[in-house]
């Protein structure tokens, strides 16, 4: 059974920084797409931010320039770096892990981000 487990959140102030980090219980050298997720509440779940395996990135508008995923294959470790914080990007912050073919996710169990204003 794949597990993905994130940490790394907590709270902050507004303009300061976190990185999150998901690891999985497997390799994900064969993972397609490594994809961090947001919902805060009363929202629906967003992407954040997406990266394949050949490293093509895909960042939400909201955060581009501000948030970079990264992926550590020999770690099994996917990151998201987060710079310049603002009150709108507190949520639950998920990790998901996907192929196209089979189509199977997998995703963690999440981890609270708050910025402070």
């Known amino acids: 059974q794949v597990q993905l487990v994130e940490s790394g959140g907590g709270l902050v102030q507004a303009g300061g920084s976190l990185r999150l980090s998901c690891t999985c219980s497997?390799?994900?050298?064969?993972?397609?797409?490594a994809g961090w997720y947001r919902q805060a509440p009363g929202k629906r779940r967003e992407l954040v931010a997406a990266?394949?395996?050949?490293?093509?990135?895909n960042y939400a508008d909201s955060v581009k320039g501000r948030f970079t995923i990264s992926r550590d294959n020999a770690k099994n470790t996917v990151y998201l770096q987060m710079n310049s914080l603002k009150p709108e990007d507190t949520a639950v912050y998920y990790c998901s892990l996907s192929n196209p073919v089979p189509s199977v996710s997998y995703w963690g169990q999440g981890t609270q981000v708050t910025v402070s204003s």
């Open positions: 497997r390799s994900i050298s064969s993972i397609h797409t």
């Open positions: 990266m394949t395996s050949g490293g093509r990135t």
